[in-house]
Structure formats: C-alpha cells, structure tokens
C-alpha cells in the first residue's frame, strides 16, 4: 500500500505571496492533518479535515488554510507569505474508525522556503 | 494544558546501551500516547504507541513506560544501534481528533 505523498517536496516563494501545497492519503484513509515543524516552535498543529470537513484547527493566523477533496485528497493554502512561514510543512493521515485509536502516518514534507 | 514536555533534548549513548526519553503530560483527556522517529529530510515514523490501560507496551527493541498517575510516559531503546540515531518525538491526543501534540523532540546519537 502506498504511503502518504505530499506535493512539491520543496518550494521557494517570496514574501506575500501565496502558496498550496497537496497531499495525499493512504488508500482507505479518511482523516487529514496538516502540521508545521520548525527548529523552534518543533511540531505544531494546523487543522485535520476529516470527510470534507475541517474538524480541528490549531493556533494559526487565517492566512493558513486547507481544504480536503471528495478522494479524501487535501491541500492547504499559506497566503501573504511572511518569513515566519519557512518551515517543514507535513501532512499526516489516519483511518480514523470510531474507537480506534488515532494512528497517523506521516508523508515525507514539503520544505517551504520564504525569501 | 495543551502541553507535552519532553526531555532530555539531546542524548548520547554508547552501542548496545539503553536510551530512556521522558515526556510528561498535562490534559487527562489525552488516551493515545504514540512516539515517533525522525531521520533527516523525512517525515515523523511511528515507532510505537500506549493506550493508558496498560502500563508498559513493548515492541522489539522500543518500550513504552506509562504512569496514568503522574501522567508520565516514557520510551526505553534496548541495545541501541547507530541505526538509532535520530530525533524521537513523543505526542498525545484524544483517539476522537486528528490533533496530536508533540513533545520538542529528542536527538538521540548513538555512538559505535
């Protein structure tokens, strides 16, 4: 089974500008999260979409923001680029039944860079 | 109450030697504890994970400690390997979320 891919594995943009990165599920997979890593901050939290829905959202400006598709494909959207915004950016996905404990698994990343 | 800390940052262990990493946590919500493996340039592997009806789950080589009580677990690597080293993430959520919350991490070196 093919594991979670997430597209393009890197980019550079500049500042204001907007960016949108993909991802896609393992096969069967209906939940979606999206998380930042940074040196600093480490492994934050973005949002989860799970069934088309975001379910969860974290402590992140409006700027940052994700849509998932019927496939259960997902992407999310950074606009008005800031330098703050240069990270890891990785999207993990999780089967998700009821009771069943929340295993995610997560795609290689996208490496955002803002100049 | 968000948080999960973890320590020790950095830790360096000889070849066949034992590697313990600590994380403690603060919402007694929290009901899934899964750590994770992070070799550079790749995303976050899981490694192992408890549920807090167990105290102690043991895969192979990787052991999870749980104490419900201190709301403390911790991951214990026997007979660690330079294959080892990497950076290992603790994390906690609510099994009904997709929302984990990470420990800072912890770059274990193991030294041949």
């Known amino acids: 089974k093919a594991g979670v891919t997430q597209t393009p594995r890197y980019l550079i943009k500049t500042r204001g500008q907007q960016v949108t990165l993909s991802c896609s599920p393992i096969?069967?997979?209906?939940?979606v999260s999206w998380y930042q890593q940074t040196p600093g901050q480490g492994l934050q939290f973005l949002f989860e979409y799970f069934s088309e829905t975001q379910r969860n959202k974290g402590n992140f400006p409006g700027r940052f923001s994700g849509r998932q598709f019927s496939n259960s494909r997902s992407e999310m959207n950074v606009s008005t680029l800031e330098l703050g915004d240069s990270a890891l950016y990785l999207c993990a996905s999780s089967l998700q039944l009821a009771g069943d404990p929340n295993e995610q698994f997560f795609g290689p990343g996208t490496r955002l860079t803002v100049l | 109450q968000q948080q999960v800390k973890q320590s020790p940052q950095s830790l360096i262990v000889q070849k066949g030697g034992i590697s313990i990493i600590n994380c403690a946590y603060e919402?007694?919500?929290?009901?899934?504890f899964p750590w994770y493996q992070q070799f550079p340039g790749k995303g976050p592997a899981l490694l192992i994970a408890?549920?807090?009806?167990?105290s102690e789950k043991k895969e192979g080589r990787f052991t999870i400690s749980f104490n419900k009580s201190a709301k403390q677990f911790s991951l214990h690597i026997m007979d660690s390997q330079p294959g080892d080293s990497a950076t290992y993430f603790c994390a906690a959520s609510n099994s009904n979320t997709g929302k984990l919350i990470f420990g800072q991490g912890t770059t274990l070196q193991v030294k041949p």
């Open positions: 919402n007694t919500a929290f009901d899934y």
């Open positions: 408890i549920r807090p009806d167990v």
């Open positions: 096969s069967g997979h209906r939940s």
